[in-house]
């Protein structure tokens, strides 16, 4: 780095963390904003899809076994029995949001345990048929169908059982995944989509006001007619501006690390960050680094086109567009293996590189080729910016 390079990257510095309100947005706030975002929305979720345990449900049957009743009796609900003249208008009572609502309504044939006991597959006779109704749009309604369905599949097991499956032992796991399995599956369907997100939004958030925003306060004018050589300039922007980007696209991924239990209301079981090693994340550091600086070339180029803050930020929106549509590609492809052509497409490859690190199927020879493209982008675009720093149209 020339001595022209680093005057312009301490320039921006100073600007950057000398103003501690642009440090505060652009860096603390993503991955505050994430993180309590996040958690809230997982603690919404799990209030929305979730029963209070002291919750009593109450369910209407018809023609209740006894031989049953000490199951049911179990789940702790409020039974009424009913005759099979009211199970009809009963039915308004699944949709109500009065005191009189109910959560099901199970209506079992006459003397169902007799015609149970006495019925053979071989007579060709329809088998006895328990109806239960209730509400799916109500969370309370389906978990207590759940339990009913339940309470009767056990019945039913216990009256006819030729075999089981998967039947329960404290000193036998059926589902032979890893935690290091599990962890490369879900990280490599939803990191890189994440990462990719954060990462250029970290740059719009920043690049723009760097180029777009001098040009528009009138300071670049004063910038380019110091000696200092354009192409200094133009790399000393990208550098620093690659530097403040990396910081709050970190900052963002912290954030949702850390809401990660509450998003996924307390589930985490099977994942754990630590599988990953040193190697690992030395390539993760190098795919994301060289990512951040073609996102950062990208939008100089950008802002350098554009005539204001607000115009770049329009111009730059078709590009997020685009990298949401590539991110996506992360959660389809499932960690598959990515191949040399894969591996020179710029972005896409940053998408297959971070998803095959993440779920340990990579090849490191594909990732250098990766980073080595973007590192090529970058400098295409470093040379496009200082031409347009030279042209004095485009700059005033």
Sequence with gaps: MNKDVFTIVKKEFTRFFGDKR?????????????????????????????????????????NMPEELNDNFNALGTDITEITDEQVDESKALLLDDGSDKIDAIIVFPQDFIKVVNSYEISDGNEAPNVKIF??????????????????????????????????????????????KETTGMLFSMIMPMLLLIFLFTGCMSIAPDAIAGEKERGTIATLLVTPVKRSSIALGKIISLSVFSLL????????????????????????????????????????????????????????????????AGTLVLPFMLLIIGIGLSSMMGGGSSMTALDSVIPIYGTVKCLSGIFAFNYNIAYIFIAVGMNIAVTCALTYVLTKMFNNEKIMF
Excluded: C, H, W
């Excluded at 993503?30 to 979720?45: A, C, Q, R, T």
């Excluded at 749009?137 to 998967?166: G, H, M, Q």
């Design 134 to 179: 209730y509400n799916s749009a109500n969370t309370k309604s389906s978990r207590i169908y759940s339990l009913i369905v339940s309470i009767l599949d056990e019945y039913e097991a216990s009256i006819s059982n030729k075999f089981d499956i998967n039947k329960l032992a404290e000193d036998e796991s059926y589902d032979q995944a890893t935690e």
């Design 248 to 311: 709050s696209g970190i900052s963002s991924f912290l954030g949702t690390m850390l809401s990660m239990p509450a998003l996924m209301g307390g589930n985490t079981e099977g994942l754990n960050a630590s599988v990953y090693s040193a190697k690992d994340y030395i390539l993760l550091f190098l795919i994301i680094i060289s990512t951040v600086l073609m996102f950062v070339s990208i939008l100089a180029v950008v802002s350098a086109f554009a005539k204001s803050v607000k115009e």
């Design 22 to 62: 642009l440090f505060f947005s652009s860096v603390i706030m993503p991955g505050l904003l994430i993180f309590v975002m996040y958690s809230i929305m997982g603690k919404g979720l799990m209030k929305s899809f979730s029963v209070s345990d002291d919750y009593v449900s109450k369910i209407y049957v018809e």
